[in-house]
């Protein structure tokens, strides 16, 4: 089975994380990690040099804990929930795993939601995961 991860260095992702290695565990199966961002000007040098080493040291982190695993980051100006359902597609995924925050009706209607995005338009199951 495979499992697309949702990824941003943050509680939650990690909590995302976390929860799909022990899914991987449980199923026997194999991660894709996809680190999303729309890009352009406003990006930093040091921000990329930054979720680099995160992603480095989170392949060393599932290689050690014996997950098969791939680690994908795109820069490709979509929306992070658009690059994960593609992902899902491109990599015959089963099952997809988001780590989620509250927000306030307020901040759906201004910001809209990832999370919201991925559960309408995904075609296989999502499990939203809370930091604990």
Known sequence: MKIVVGFIDSPEGNAAIDRAMEEAELRDGSLIIVHSKIG?????????????????D?????????????????VRGDKPATDLIRAVADHNAEMIVIGIRKRTA??????GSNALDILHDSTVPVLCVKVP
């Open 106 to 111: 307020t901040g759906k209607a201004f910001l």
């Open 40 to 56: 352009g000007r406003h990006d930093k040098a040091e921000d990329y040099l930054a979720m680099a080493k995160t992603l480095e």
């Open 58 to 74: 989170l392949t060393d982190r599932l290689t050690e804990a014996g997950i098969d695993h791939e680690v994908h980051e795109y």
